[in-house]
T-cell receptor, first 113, second 113 residues
């Protein structure tokens, strides 16, 4: 186990709704990255947070937003959900400035109907 | 484009044999590479990493080889066990400050008893 936790484990939402996913990073880690993994695909980078600021973003629209808190935990918010947002959302924590190793949580399975 | 490709979608090996999983990456500026193992219903699990200034790195039963000339990465698993059955992803990090990882599509490793 990596020590990275995510909640909830599963979630079902309706198109147009908003969702908030949560992640607690591994103890001692200061950076959180979020990824979207569609079924049968590799994870796609959404964004990364370091010192409570966005530190890099992938090709995702602005309706995907995030936060990082002083305790390094993080939230991923998705507005105006679309059917294609159905995926496994993974967060990964790392220690910026020391290592590029990223340790993943178990993910949140989001289904949009 | 941003892609890390894998040569074979599925690899089937006999228990006790050695496994070799290959990966082709597209960005010659990438400076860091990671192999992850993902079991069904779980997040990716870190296996081994290698920096671009290295050609080979060994871990417990695993070896990663990097050939920058042909932009090729491989993961060798010695004495493959049933517990090694999973999807394996290689990921690359472009040089620079962000920790964005670019993942390939994954190779499914099936270990036959």
């Amino acid at each position: 186990e990596t020590g990275v936790t995510q909640s909830p484990t599963h979630l079902i939402k309706t198109r147009g709704q908003q969702v908030t996913l949560r992640c607690s990073s591994q103890s001692g880690h200061n950076t959180v990255s979020w990824y979207q993994q569609a079924l049968g695909q590799g994870p796609q980078f959404i964004f990364q947070y370091y010192r409570e600021e966005e530190n890099g973003r992938g090709n995702f629209p602005p309706r995907f937003s995030g936060l990082q808190f002083p305790n390094y935990s993080s939230e991923l918010n998705v507005n105006a959900l679309e059917l294609d947002d159905s995926a496994l959302y993974l967060c990964a924590s790392s220690l910026k400035g020391v290592s590029y190793e990223q340790y993943f949580g178990p993910g949140t399975r989001l289904t949009v109907t | 484009g941003e892609s890390v490709g894998l040569h074979l979608p599925t690899l089937s090996v006999q228990e006790g044999d050695n496994s070799i999983i290959n990966c082709a990456y597209s960005n010659s500026a990438s400076d860091y590479f990671i192999w992850y193992k993902q079991e069904s219903g779980k997040g990716p699990q870190f296996i081994i990493d290698i920096r671009s200034n290295m050609d080979k790195r060994q871990g417990q039963r695993v070896t990663v080889l990097l050939n920058k000339t042909v932009k090729h990465l491989s993961l060798q698993i010695a004495a493959t066990q049933p517990g090694d059955s999973a999807v394996y992803f290689c990921a690359e990090k472009y040089s620079g400050n962000t920790g964005k990882l670019i993942f390939g599509q994954g190779t499914t490793l099936q270990v036959k008893p």
